[in-house]
């Protein structure tokens, strides 16, 4: 069993901040890439930011240069800050892991980033 606590969303005005978080528990020994998605009503999910096990990442060009994705191996944890948020960030924002030996991939609860104008 493994498990992904997500929290940090909210209600933030435009221009405003949030930082997410998603640590990961359980039985899982070793995280290969963690990501954030997000899907907004109507829409389908989309690939936020992702980050590998050696640090290197890759954004939506949506998003570059507002956010910047984070990981602490020690904790299991992953992190999403989010600067100059916009009304269209609005969207429920789900964690991804993928278990570097069996490959399989676990997701968060997701949670819910709201952005008003």
């Known amino acids: 069993q493994v498990q992904l606590v997500e929290s940090g969303g909210g209600l933030v005005q435009a221009g405003g901040s949030l930082r997410l978080s998603c640590a990961a528990s359980g039985r899982i020994f070793s995280i290969g890439t963690m990501d954030w998605y997000r899907q907004a009503p109507g829409n389908q999910r989309e690939l936020v930011a992702r980050?590998?096990?050696?640090?290197?990442?890759k954004y939506a060009d949506s998003v570059k240069g507002r956010f910047t994705i984070s990981r602490d191996n020690a904790k299991n944890t992953v992190y999403l800050q989010m600067n100059s948020l916009k009304p269209e960030d609005t969207a429920v924002y789900y964690c991804r892991v993928v278990a570097a030996i069996t490959g399989l991939d676990y997701w968060g609860q997701g949670t819910q980033v709201t952005v008003s104008s």
């Open positions: 980050i590998s096990s050696g640090g290197s990442t």
